[in-house]
């Protein structure tokens, strides 16, 4: 089981002191914050991507690869990857590149993103969304498992002999997650290549989440990579917590009351009550969390996102300490009654152990004259 926490990047506005970051405070801001989640021992830093104000995500391989060298164990992944707006040969240079510079501490979520204008920004239709999440991830897929592919599909020019360099790093690419909050397709596409399906529920009920995994669990059987429990699921969470709980609820509410995405809508009560975010004292956050398996069942993932709304950094590093105070029991808890058949969460290791151990997969070109090897 991997505990990380994951960023939107939005610049927001501090309500109780009516203070608004620059963008260069909250761009170092996120490396500091992921520089603190490995201290304090998580497995997993994401950061998603927009390319609009209020946010700062934009470019998430540039950012990846700089935390990637101040730190030295996390895994680094994506919160969301544009699958429908990003070129896909960008996307497999891009991160079998932040791959070979990490030393394979590197994951991917795709997605298609909560902001609709993205579409026409990068030359593409709002209403392709799914046909393009689907074919521009069958194209990424031979881009890493072949090393010459010639193609043609309907959104971009064909590729005639193409080779995408560098290769995945030790002939193994990237582990993917699909992320969706709502599409039955995506977690249907995710079940189809035996990948991982990631469900963002911070806005959702467990109802919802739990009918989008067992959907995922099913397809992922139906397609022969394992038994419906053995599909790999990553949740998303968030939460506020000080040592006492009505400390905690009433430092969040002011932050609460005016996020970008849920304020001035229910209240605090309520959308803690309808969603999983949990507003209280660390035991709390533990046993909420502990309870997502009683709607999900085993799995492999959690991410929390924890520096939303305007808190600032010193409040969102104290999180952190908080959360690293009782990662030891949410791992304990997590492992209770777990199956020995129900899989770990994937790591670069582990499927290179899988594919029978490590191999360069350099392409070397070849003289067109001599056809020798340069």
Do not use: C
């Not at 700089?66 to 544009?82: F, Q």
């Amino acid at each position: 089981m991997q505990f990380g926490i994951f960023t939107v990047g939005d610049v927001t506005a501090d309500p109780t002191t009516g203070r608004t970051p620059s963008e260069h405070e909250r761009i170092k801001a996120t490396v500091e914050i992921a520089k603190k989640a490995e201290e304090v021992g998580l497995d997993v830093f994401a950061t998603g991507e927009h390319h609009n104000p209020p946010f700062i995500a934009s470019n998430p391989t540039a950012t990846l690869a700089y935390i990637g060298a101040k730190t030295d164990n996390i895994i680094l992944s994506t919160a969301t990857t544009l699958i429908t707006t990003t070129d896909p040969v960008l996307i497999a240079e891009d991160y079998a590149k932040i791959q070979h510079l990490t030393d394979g501490r590197v994951d991917l979520m795709m997605g298609r993103g909560n902001t609709g204008p993205v579409y026409p920004w990068f030359g593409k239709d709002i209403r392709d969304g799914i046909n393009l999440a689907v074919e521009n991830y069958a194209l990424l897929r031979r881009l890493w498992d072949e090393d010459v592919v010639s193609w043609e599909g309907r959104f971009r020019t064909p590729l005639q002999g193409y080779t995408s360099t560098p290769r995945p790093l030790d002939g193994v690419a990237p582990f993917v997650w699909h992320g969706s909050i709502r599409s039955p397709e995506i977690a249907e596409q995710a079940a189809y290549y035996g990948d991982g399906f990631f469900h963002n529920h911070i806005f959702w009920p467990a109802g919802h989440t739990k009918q989008m995994v067992d959907l995922y669990r099913r397809r992922f059987e139906h397609y022969g990579h394992g038994s419906a429990d053995q599909a790999i699921v990553g949740l998303g969470g968030q939460f506020f917590m000080r040592k006492n709980s009505q400390d905690a609820v009433n430092e969040f509410r002011p932050y609460f009351d005016n996020a970008p995405v849920y304020g001035h809508g229910p209240s605090l009560e309520d959308f803690t009550e309808a969603t999983p975010l949990t507003v209280g004292s660390p035991q709390q956050v533990l046993e909420r969390t502990l309870g997502f398996r009683d709607y999900v069942g085993h799995y492999q993932r959690q991410l929390f996102l924890v520096d939303h709304a305007g808190l600032p950094l010193k409040t969102v590093l104290e999180q952190l300490d908080l959360l690293g105070e009782i990662l030891p029991d949410l791992r304990a808890g997590m492992a209770e009654g777990r199956p020995a058949h129900v899989p770990d969460a994937p790591t670069h290791a582990s499927r290179v152990a899988a594919a029978g151990g490590a191999h360069d997969s350099t392409v070397h070109a070849v003289d067109d004259v001599t056809g020798v090897s340069v």
